[in-house]
């Protein structure tokens, strides 16, 4: 039953790594997208950002599935102490610190855009740019220590995730193919009210 139950882990920790990858891929795109109320095609501008904090707010549990199932499998010398002090942990240590970096990052990530209302976007803005310091740590983490990573799919995953955000950020640049949100509207009915 315990080698059922390591596999079992194993398999969670492999499978909850692989979607959190793409998950946040997808989280820094529509980032980069929503920057100046842009909209893509005729999506109500609203889609977008309501995506991007969907996302945000759900690769946490994510992370926590991974994370669990990484400290729980008996197979890697990774504790929960590995999980909050970068580069403590024995296996495979600088890979593993990267990634214990990236779980910080995404914890400063996530208190501070909940926070983002008192903490107003002059100190918000900067302190959310930490998420590119976070996707490349996380995307090093897995390269560096992900058993899939090194398999051709793995690296064309990878590959893709990070093709996805430069293209974003072009499209952000050059903004060819998206609109700039255009500015609310009030109703006929109001319009005449102010008179």
Avoid: K, Q
């Avoid at 970096?101 to 302190?127: D, K, M």
């Amino acid at each position: 039953m315990a080698v059922v139950t390591s596999e079992l882990l194993w398999y969670v920790a492999r499978a909850s790594g692989l979607v959190l990858l793409p998950m946040f891929t997808a989280v820094v795109v529509l980032g980069v997208l929503t920057r100046g109320n842009r909209r893509l095609g005729r999506s109500p501008r609203f889609t977008t950002p309501l995506v991007h904090r969907s996302l945000s707010l759900a690769a946490p549990g994510f992370l926590l599935v991974h994370v669990a199932s990484v400290v729980a499998d008996g197979y890697v010398d990774v504790d929960l102490l590995d999980v909050v002090v970068p580069f403590a942990s024995s296996y495979h240590r600088f890979w593993t610190g990267l990634g214990t970096v990236a779980v910080l990052l995404l914890v400063v990530l996530v208190a501070t855009s909940l926070a983002r209302v008192r903490l107003g976007r002059r100190i918000w803005r900067p302190v959310h740019a930490l998420a590119w310091p976070f996707f490349a740590v996380a995307l090093a983490h897995a390269l560096g220590v992900g058993t899939d990573t090194r398999t051709w799919w793995g690296l064309a995953l990878a590959a893709g995730c990070v093709s996805a955000v430069v293209a974003a950020l072009v499209a952000g640049r050059s903004r060819p193919c998206w609109r700039a949100a255009e500015p609310a509207r009030r109703p006929a009915v109001l319009e005449g009210a102010d008179r």
